[in-house]
């Protein structure tokens, strides 16, 4: 039931034989690994460049609000100081302001 003896090159053909099925295995495992991240990472540089594109988007409404509120701020602005002249001109003017005309009756 003992082993019987072997001989060197006996021994040294098990020995590569068994770093051969070694290899294979981690070859094997690194390979699924490698394909399974690029199952789950593989459009990573379509992602990308739809993340910049959508920063763009970002960037240009960002500009597009700026502008936005600087206009409205003018338009603020311009309406205070012609409520502020109108008042004055009503105030200097008094009863001799002329009424505003009223439209015509359509019909």
Known sequence: MSEPEKSAQE????????YTQ????????????????????????????VAKELQDQVVDLKNQRET?????????RDKEVCI????ACKQAGGAAAAPAPTPPPEG
């Open 11 to 18: 021994e040294l053909k098990d020995a590569v034989w068994e």
């Open 22 to 49: 070694k290899t294979v295995v981690a070859l094997v495992l690194f390979g699924g690994g490698i394909l399974a991240a690029w199952f789950m990472w593989g459009d990573a540089g379509r992602l990308r460049q």
């Open 68 to 76: 936005l509120n600087t206009r409205i701020a003018r338009e603020a």
């Open 84 to 87: 502020r002249d109108l008042k």
